[in-house]
T-cell receptor, first 110, second 116 residues
Framework: EDKVVQSPLSLVVHEGDTVTLNCSYE??????LLWYKQEKKAPTFLFML????IEKKSGRLSSILDKKELFSILNITATQTGDSAVYLC??????????FGTGTLLAVQP | DGGITQSPKYLFRKEGQNVTLSCEQN?????MYWYRQDPGQGLRLIYY???????QKGDIAEGYSVSREKKESFPLTVTSAQKNPTAFYLC???????????????FGAGSRLTVL
């Protein structure tokens, strides 16, 4: 059975800290790993990773995929209160279906 | 602006009643999806549709039904057979996948259903 596991389930940090969110996956015919940020309602897309070892970066956020270890991380540097959200990881196989993890709840305190 | 519109945002229903959640997109996406989100369980796929007049069950389809008569619309009916319908429901869409596999999903703002 396909599954995506995220850790930690929740995290509390202070502004300026750097955080690393983890995502491991077991997806049949794996094609892509996606990260989303969900603040209150609609998840918003952050990254899609398909190639191992290539870092994707957007401002203070970056992500990398390790296809050998079936693992991805999402890094956030110099965290701000606006980074507080649930971060969702999802694995995609050969079909349109995405398998989501339970998410990591990040709280950034001033 | 292109996007996905879900309605209603909040809905209350009594046990034994069916309720239909609306999802409309103007992104010209071929594929549409319904997910259910519960605390501590992430997003679980209910139904998805890759083209008009065709749809497939997801992981938790029991107690739900859908239709895809138009490309823009993918309504979800929560029937009285659904044992625990109280949840947050998210609709999403994407371009139809090719050989590269899963594509980026665009989500609506969600509908929160509460059964009294």
């Amino acid at each position: 059975e396909d599954k995506v596991v995220q850790s930690p389930l929740s995290l509390v940090v202070h502004e300026g800290d750097t955080v690393t969110l983890n995502c491991s996956y077991e997806v049949t015919n794996f094609r892509s790993l996606l990260w989303y940020k969900q603040e209150k309602k609609a998840p918003t897309f952050l990254f899609m990773l398909t190639s191992s070892g290539i870092e994707k970066k957007s401002g203070r956020l970056s992500s990398i995929l390790d296809k050998k270890e079936l693992f991805s991380i999402l890094n956030i540097t110099a965290t701000q209160t606006g980074d507080s959200a649930v971060y969702l990881c999802a694995g995609g196989g050969a079909t349109n279906k995405l398998i989501f993890g339970t998410g990591t709840l990040l709280a950034v305190q001033p | 602006d292109g996007g996905i519109t879900q309605s209603p945002k909040y809905l209350f229903r009594k046990e034994g009643q069916n309720v239909t959640l609306s999802c409309e997109q103007n992104l010209n996406h071929d594929a549409m999806y319904w997910y259910r989100q519960d605390p501590g369980q992430g997003l679980r796929l209910i139904y998805y549709s890759q083209i008009v007049n065709d749809f497939q069950k997801g992981d938790i389809a029991e107690g739900y039904s859908v239709s895809r008569e138009k490309k823009e619309s993918f309504p979800l009916t929560v029937t009285s057979a659904q044992k625990n319908p109280t949840a947050f429901y998210l609709c999403a869409s994407s371009i139809r996948t090719g050989r590269s596999g899963a594509n980026v999903l665009t989500f609506g703002a969600g509908s929160r259903l509460t059964v009294l």
